[in-house]
């Protein structure tokens, strides 16, 4: 029997639904299980990121709170309990943490004459260069701080001299260990006017430049503590 224009159209309305069906579920059939696997990788991988931020924010606060009471422990001369929390932090993923560990254990270490022992460990945290240059410098200050009898003045000067100009937050005790390698050098030319530009800069360490105003004098270069014209006027 032949179909009327009306029910042609329905019928190729109900066919061409069909094929739309058999369309999708075909790619479903071919392509819904990769998809799926997508969306879920997707899915894992943003509650992973979500995760791991709140995993890491987390141990950075507890790290936080190791480290503040290790370096409390150092205050009360209870080395040995804070020795405990810092060996912990060595291997943090925080630089700062791990950095802050290592500097605090070495300085434990310079507390009980283990001037070796200290030197050792300052020297590598100055050559670790997955700390930041802070880290390093006064970890190299240390280093030499710790050496400083026992090593020749030129390789005082050759380690701190990069570090003992003024401007450089480090200049106070590098330019004091400098100048003093000077004097061992029988250089109180260029002692002189290195501990006066110490004694003279406000961002020095004021027991460091009372030390220098001092040196500066007894080389015969005068020179004014600032501090000392401040409270002046």
Same mark, same amino acid.
């Given at each position: 029997?032949a179909l009327?224009?009306?029910s042609?159209?329905?019928f190729f309305r109900e066919v061409?639904?069909?094929?739309r069906r058999?369309?999708i +579920?075909g790619?479903?059939k071919?392509y819904?299980?990769?998809? !799926?696997?997508?969306?879920?990788a997707g899915l @894992?991988?943003?509650g992973?990121? @979500?995760?791991w +931020?709140?995993h890491?924010q987390q141990?950075a606060g507890? *790290?936080? *709170?190791?480290?503040?009471?290790?370096l409390?422990?150092l205050t #009360?001369?209870?080395?040995? $309990? %804070?020795?405990v929390?810092?060996?912990a @932090?060595?291997? /943090?993923? /925080?630089?700062g943490? #791990?950095?802050?560990a #290592?500097?605090s254990l070495?300085?434990?270490a310079?507390q $009980?004459d283990d001037?070796k022992? !200290?030197a050792?460990?300052? $020297?590598?945290i100055?050559?670790? *260069?997955?700390?930041?240059?802070?880290? #390093?410098d006064?970890a190299?200050?240390?280093q030499?701080a710790?050496?400083y009898?026992?090593?020749a003045?030129?390789v005082?000067?050759a380690r701190?001299?990069?570090?003992?100009?003024?401007?450089n937050p480090?200049?106070?005790s590098?330019?004091?260990?400098v100048?003093m390698?000077?004097?061992?050098?029988n250089?109180?030319?260029?002692?002189g006017p290195?501990?006066a530009?110490?004694?003279s800069?406000?961002?020095?360490p004021r027991?460091?430049r /009372?030390?220098a105003v001092?040196? %500066?004098g007894? @080389?015969g270069?005068e020179?004014?503590?600032?501090s000392n014209?401040?409270?002046?006027?």
């Amino acid at each position: 029997m032949a179909l009327t224009p009306q029910s042609s159209d329905a019928f190729f309305r109900e066919v061409d639904e069909e094929l739309r069906r058999e369309q999708i +579920t075909g790619f479903w059939k071919n392509y819904g299980k990769w998809i !799926a696997m997508i969306v879920a990788a997707g899915l @894992l991988s943003f509650g992973g990121y @979500l995760w791991w +931020t709140h995993h890491s924010q987390q141990r950075a606060g507890v *790290e936080g *709170e190791q480290l503040a009471a290790a370096l409390d422990d150092l205050t #009360r001369n209870q080395p040995d $309990k %804070a020795k405990v929390a810092l060996d912990a @932090l060595v291997d /943090s993923k /925080s630089a700062g943490y #791990r950095a802050a560990a #290592r500097l605090s254990l070495a300085d434990v270490a310079m507390q $009980k004459d283990d001037l070796k022992g !200290a030197a050792a460990a300052f $020297k590598a945290i100055a050559e670790d *260069e997955t700390l930041g240059k802070p880290y #390093r410098d006064v970890a190299l200050i240390r280093q030499t701080a710790a050496e400083y009898d026992t090593v020749a003045p030129d390789v005082v000067i050759a380690r701190l001299k990069p570090l003992a100009v003024p401007g450089n937050p480090w200049f106070g005790s590098a330019g004091e260990m400098v100048a003093m390698a000077y004097m061992k050098q029988n250089k109180p030319q260029l002692a002189g006017p290195l501990f006066a530009a110490i004694g003279s800069d406000p961002g020095v360490p004021r027991t460091i430049r /009372s030390r220098a105003v001092q040196m %500066a004098g007894i @080389l015969g270069i005068e020179t004014a503590d600032p501090s000392n014209e401040s409270a002046a006027k």
